[in-house]
């Protein structure tokens, strides 16, 4: 048990863990003109902002009509919907403000990596680091490498953040089974599943796989240890099955599937990476208009700090123990496996996986093995020169003014408002009139008309969901592979391909996707006019031009033709749907002026018609086909044909009727229940040595 001022002295050292993050970030953390950059705003935000709107409204989102023609959001990995912080920022912002949400996800951010910081700390303690030594190591990992380079990507960041507690629950399992911290070991690869970014979970995993194995090889451990690590990854998984299971399932909908065609070699971070280790700024990454080096800015930089480098260098060369060679071991596969492609080991390797395995590898997240090893060795090192304690507590707040210097506020992690403004609910790229007029135009019909875009943002699709204005476009990697298939009328491609704005301005698919208006730059504009069907409506600002497709199709219609077979540019679509099962109708051929379609209640997750039909059709509808819709038609239960590709379809009898269509997906309750019998499990697991602790004495509970 600490004494008093061993308690003080831990305190102290997460306070500073803290303060060390608090003031790398402190920019966008504080001041509402700064924000992370790139992908933060144009990935993660979108989609946080409908969870802290649907919340606000009283309903947990599952479906989002915003964008693609509607998308299963919950089931996207990268929404984090399900991670408890972000869950709870969404919420706070919910029931506050909805401009607070970014900096609430920041703070968010912020805490994963003081949290992964304090698991560092005791990390290196356990490798032969003292306390200062510990401490210097763990403000490394805080602020060096990974996680100064990443804000752009905040599920990677919060997916590392428990890599360390995962290998410390492996270290503490060497010397015997411990149920605590068997649970401990799941609940971190849990939740770093939750952090929503599938490529540095699998290091995580993997590399806590790998700690096991080389623990048992430099005989530290006995060989049970691999199997309580996997029955770790085991429990880990189904705590996770929240997210795991449906984004399983979407995987399987969508062209991540494919994805494996788009990776070529497998990627990976190139060798001149590795000169940030000493000139982190060669490349001139912190100056983009200058940048000079090869792939992304953000994959250049390693830095962690002079002093942190020649330590671990010290602890190599000169610490003959197997903790040193163990973090060894983990640096030399971690510098392998970022590498990548860039590998003669890799270029062999790589192609003899799995394809289901190759699609879930991007080398080039990995390097955060890279980071927490050569923390590690730093501490190690540190603990390895002859000094005072007092000297290397010196040595650690050297090393957290060099990464702050050096690291903060720089392009990978910081991003200001003023210069790149971004998409809020008020202002699309800083202009409220350029988003007050397309709103004004589409939400001129119930449900709001859809856009795209011709030479224009793709943010129009992207950020959807904050801006209210639907869009039959979409930028993810886990896109619908039939949305997809419809896309690729629109613009040429290929399968795994996630992102075609509009080029084939002719083509009827667009009609279908209840695209109304088209936003163009002005260079394109005057291939819109030269098109019969669109219509210049307004100039808008910056150089854009809003134009209107008279010839879109509503929303839901009705058909009388149906056909299994051909494509959708032999067909009439206003007439003729092509379904993927057979579906029987009286063959009157053409529309009848009593067919009526009414909307009577449009939300993300259902939808409620009136429809009226002079004879037997099929009911289209521009919305996305997907498992877990279900459709009644008067009250009885009615079959969904997957419709034109990538759109549902009901048959609807003569006569007037009435269809409600909801979205339960029924992997989401069998999810959640996975989920919580796993966690039930780890506390459980938790409590075993309480239990085992004490006995009962005299009908009271005594702990010996």
């Not at 996680?147 to 919060?158: C, K, P, Q, V, W």
């Not at 049970?224 to 705590?239: D, K, N, Q």
Request: aromatic share 12%; hydrophobic share 50%; with cysteine.
């Amino acid at each position: 048990m600490q004494t008093g001022s061993a308690q003080r002295r831990a305190i102290l050292i997460y306070l500073s863990l803290l303060a060390d993050v608090v003031l790398f970030f402190h920019k966008p953390l504080f001041n509402s003109q700064y924000s992370f950059p790139w992908d933060f705003r144009g990935v993660q935000l979108p989609m946080v902002t409908f969870l802290a709107e649907q919340l606000r409204a009283g309903r947990f989102p599952l479906w989002n009509p915003f964008s693609y023609c509607g998308y299963p959001v919950f089931a996207n990995i990268e929404a984090c919907f399900f991670h408890p912080l972000v869950f709870a920022s969404a919420f706070i912002s919910a029931h506050t403000s909805l401009d607070a949400l970014p900096m609430l996800l920041e703070w968010t951010v912020v805490l994963q990596i003081w949290a992964g910081g304090i698991a560092a700390y005791y990390l290196f303690q356990e490798f032969g680091a003292g306390r200062a030594s510990a401490w210097a190591g763990a403000l490394i990992f805080e602020t060096g490498g990974y996680f100064a380079s990443r804000a752009e990507h905040i599920g990677a960041i919060m997916a590392v953040a428990w890599m360390p507690l995962a290998w410390l629950a492996v270290f503490k399992l060497r010397a015997g089974f411990r149920s605590r911290w068997l649970a401990i070991l799941g609940a971190a690869l849990g939740m770093s599943v939750l952090g929503g970014f599938p490529q540095p979970t699998l290091a995580v995993f993997v590399s806590t796989a790998a700690l096991s194995f080389i623990l048992v090889l430099l005989g530290l451990s006995r060989a049970r240890l691999i199997a309580w690590t996997a029955v770790g990854c085991v429990l880990g998984i189904c705590l996770s099955a929240i997210q795991f299971i449906p984004t399983a399932q979407l995987e399987q909908h969508s062209v991540a599937k494919y994805r494996a065609g788009w990776l070529g070699t497998g990627g990976g971070l190139y060798w001149q990476s590795l000169v940030s280790l000493v000139l982190p700024n060669h490349y001139h990454l912190f100056d983009p208009s200058h940048f000079n080096g090869p792939g992304d800015l953000t994959f250049l930089y390693l830095y962690s700090s002079l002093a942190g480098l020649a330590l671990a260098l010290a602890a190599l060369l000169l610490c003959r123990t197997r903790y040193v060679a163990v973090l060894g071991i983990m640096l030399l596969f971690g510098l392998l496996w970022m590498l990548g492609d860039k590998t003669a080991l890799w270029r062999t390797l790589y192609p003899l996986l799995p394809e289901r395995v190759r699609i879930g590898i991007h080398p080039e997240y990995c390097y955060c093995i890279f980071t927490l090893s050569l923390a590690g060795l730093a501490a190690v090192g540190l603990q390895f020169v002859r000094v005072a304690e007092g000297l290397r507590y010196a040595v650690g707040i050297v090393i957290a003014v060099d990464l702050f210097l050096v690291g903060s506020g720089r392009p990978m992690n910081l991003s200001s408002l003023k210069t790149d403004p971004g998409v809020t609910a008020q202002a699309f790229d800083g202009s409220t009139e350029l988003l007050r007029e397309v709103r004004k135009y589409a939400n001129q019909e119930y449900p709001p008309w859809r856009i795209d875009t011709v030479d224009a943002s793709h943010m129009w699709g992207v950020a959807a969901p904050i801006t209210g204005v639907p869009s039959a476009s979409g930028v993810s990697p886990l896109a619908l592979e039939n949305i997809i298939q419809l896309r690729l009328f629109l613009h040429d491609g290929y399968r795994w391909g996630w992102y075609y704005p509009l080029e084939k301005i002719e083509s009827q698919v667009l009609d279908l996707m209840n695209v109304k208006y088209v936003i163009s730059s002005e260079k394109a504009a005057g291939r819109l006019r030269s098109v019969s069907k669109y219509r210049d409506v307004e100039k808008l600002p910056g150089g854009q031009q809003l134009f209107e497709n008279t010839a879109v199709l509503p929303r839901f219609f009705l058909v009388h033709n149906v056909r299994t077979a051909g494509s959708l540019a032999d067909v009439d679509l206003r007439q003729t749907a092509i379904t993927e099962l057979p579906v029987t109708l009286p063959a009157s051929g053409v529309p009848d002026a009593r067919d009526r379609v009414t909307v009577l209640h449009y939300d993300p997750d259902s939808l409620e018609l009136s429809v009226q039909s002079a004879g037997s059709s099929l009911l289209v509808m521009s919305e996305n086909y997907y498992p877990g819709w279900k459709a009644r038609l008067d009250g009885r239960a009615a079959e969904i044909y997957r419709t034109d590709i990538a759109f549902r379809g009901v048959v609807v009898p003569a006569g007037s009727h009435q269809l409600r269509m909801e979205f339960h997906p029924i992997v989401f309750p069998l999810s959640m229940a996975n989920s919580l019998a796993a966690a039930v499990v780890l506390l459980l697991l938790v409590g075993q040595p309480i239990l085992a602790a004490g006995h009962l004495s005299g009908g009271r509970l005594r702990f010996l």
